[in-house]
């Protein structure tokens, strides 16, 4: 698997951006679940949103009800909207996703490249 992320930049506090990330899977690899984690200097990265291959979404509890997590499976690409950014938002945010090899069921997991999300105050 692997993943080409997009989307970040500088945004005043109350903004939105949109992040996306689109996955390349080989044809014996079917595309399981996908999110977004976060991470600041000297901070482990957290989970922001995820979203499961049934459509099924998982947001942390400090971003619920301001992001929201989507996917379009026909492209296998997923989209974050972050609407009402603060400050605290700011971070690198890395795009995440596993896929099921079809023959063997062995799991593979893959990060996309961070994208930089500033908010200024």
């Known amino acids: 698997v692997q993943l080409q992320a997009s989307g970040g930049g500088l945004v005043q506090a109350g903004g939105s951006l949109r992040l996306s990330c689109e996955a390349s899977?080989?044809?014996?690899?079917?595309?399981?679940?996908m999110g977004w984690y976060r991470q600041t200097p000297g901070k482990q990265r957290d989970l922001v949103a995820s979203?499961?291959?049934?459509?099924?979404?998982n947001y942390a509890a400090s971003v619920k009800g301001r992001f929201t997590i989507s996917k379009d499976n026909a492209r296998d690409t997923v989209h974050l909207q972050m609407n009402s950014l603060e400050p605290s938002d700011t971070a690198v945010y890395y795009c995440?996703?596993?896929?099921?090899?079809?023959?063997?069921?062995?799991?593979?997991?893959?990060w996309g490249q961070g994208t930089l999300v500033t908010v200024s105050s």
């Open positions: 995440n996703a596993d896929a099921r090899r079809v023959y063997t069921g062995a799991i593979a997991y893959a």
């Open positions: 899977v080989r044809n014996d690899y079917r595309l399981g679940n």
């Open positions: 979203i499961s291959r049934d459509g099924d979404t």
